[in-house]
């Protein structure tokens, strides 16, 4: 029999990590909304503050896309690639693009106290994403 490598219980402890950081994601986000009086956004929808804040996140996604390129093309042509590190610079691109996001909500939104919701989100997600590498690389 074929085996991938992957331990047993991989899928399962790794779709019930995906499962609670949901459950968590929505709670306080619906809670933080009407503690904060925060309108509910679309979803999958960008709400830009401003011109500026549009300008300066197609700014950073853009950088983004061609450092990883580099990055990841530069991975593949070594003997050992290492894949690590394109993780690592979409993790990166995560906190650049919230903490700008916070940032111009702090300053220019309708609503100031929005960059309270998009820093805990991205507390949140932080935390998720460190506890599936913990997880994939065993690092406990």
Same mark, same amino acid.
């Given at each position: 029999?074929?085996?991938?490598?992957?331990?047993?219980?991989?899928?399962?402890?790794?779709? #019930?990590?995906?499962?609670?950081?949901?459950? $968590?994601?929505?709670?306080?986000?619906?809670?933080?909304?009407?503690?904060?009086?925060?309108?509910?956004?679309? /979803? /999958?929808?960008?709400?830009?503050?401003?011109?500026?804040?549009?300008?300066?996140?197609?700014? =950073?996604?853009?950088?983004?896309?061609? =450092?990883?390129?580099?990055?990841?093309?530069?991975?593949?042509?070594?003997?050992?690639?290492?894949?690590?590190?394109?993780? =690592?610079?979409? $993790?990166? /691109?995560?906190?650049?693009?919230?903490?700008?996001? #916070?940032?111009?909500?702090?300053?220019? #939104?309708?609503?100031?106290?929005?960059? $309270?919701?998009?820093?805990?989100?991205?507390?949140?997600?932080?935390? /998720?994403?460190?506890?599936?590498?913990?997880?994939?690389?065993?690092?406990?």
């Amino acid at each position: 029999m074929y085996n991938s490598g992957l331990d047993s219980m991989f899928w399962p402890v790794l779709i #019930a990590l995906l499962l609670v950081y949901l459950l $968590i994601y929505f709670f306080l986000n619906k809670a933080m909304r009407k503690r904060l009086h925060l309108e509910k956004k679309k /979803f /999958f929808s960008y709400n830009f503050v401003n011109e500026v804040h549009k300008k300066g996140e197609w700014t =950073i996604r853009i950088t983004f896309v061609c =450092i990883y390129l580099l990055v990841f093309s530069l991975s593949l042509s070594d003997p050992t690639p290492n894949l690590f590190l394109p993780s =690592i610079i979409l $993790i990166l /691109f995560i906190i650049c693009t919230e903490l700008f996001r #916070a940032v111009m909500e702090w300053k220019y #939104a309708s609503n100031p106290k929005a960059y $309270i919701l998009t820093v805990s989100q991205l507390g949140l997600t932080l935390v /998720f994403v460190f506890s599936v590498y913990m997880f994939i690389f065993r690092l406990v």
